[in-house]
């Protein structure tokens, strides 16, 4: 089955006039699961990636899943005061306002090859603050991958000089 067939969408999610495309089939059907991560793996075998960082929440889902697969460290980026030890922070802008995210400081070594993964691939905001983090603390961002890209959103211009791959394009 093509990896589309396992997305729903949701008309007038999380308010009216926006076409939610909700992941929760993919992820309660272990064949979906499965066929999604070797798709997102794929890509990834000449990088040499040292760590998978998902972003907060449902980019937790694939990261920890990619990062086994990998045989890496997995490293979480998370919404304001959630992580315990010290972090450094990024801002970004989102519809109205905007939000913030945090990483451990000793998440990443100087040097460090990383693999961002997040579900969606939207405005860009969220992925240009990740990218952000984790230069800041001297990793090298091989590839940023999503389950699927919102591309009439143009989020790509956000990061423009990263490599992107997304297993959906929509
Ligand atoms: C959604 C989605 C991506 C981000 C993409 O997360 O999971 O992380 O938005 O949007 P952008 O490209 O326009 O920045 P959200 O902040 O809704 O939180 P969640 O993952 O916890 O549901
Ligand atoms: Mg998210």
């Known amino acids: 089955m093509f990896l ?12 009216e006039g926006i076409l939610f ?9 272990p064949k979906g699961t499965q ?15 040292d ?4 972003v907060e929440s449902r980019g937790f889902f694939f990261g920890t899943l990619i990062a086994q697969e990998l045989n890496v460290g997995f490293v979480p980026v998370r919404k304001p005061k959630k ?19 945090e990483i451990h400081i000793d998440a990443i070594k100087k040097g460090d090859r990383i693999l961002i993964h997040d579900d969606v691939l939207a405005t860009g905001g969220t ?9 800041r603390l001297g990793g090298e ?19 423009k000089d990263k490599p ?3 297993a959906i394009t929509y």
């Open 21 to 29: 495309k909700d992941i929760t089939p993919l992820l309660i059907d």
């Open 51 to 54: 760590k998978v960082i998902g």
């Open 164 to 166: 992107i791959f997304a």
């Open 83 to 101: 992580l315990p030890y010290e972090t450094i922070f990024a801002t970004y802008d989102i519809e109205y306002g905007t939000d913030t995210l």
């Open 127 to 135: 992925i240009k603050a990740v990218c952000e983090l984790v230069e």
């Open 35 to 49: 066929e999604c991560l070797k798709t997102l793996v794929s890509t990834l075998k000449n990088l040499n990636i």
């Open 141 to 159: 961002v091989m590839q940023c991958n999503f389950i699927m890209e919102l591309s009439f959103l143009n989020g790509r211009e956000k990061i």
């Open 4 to 15: 589309e067939n396992y997305i729903r969408d949701i008309q007038g999610f999380p308010k």
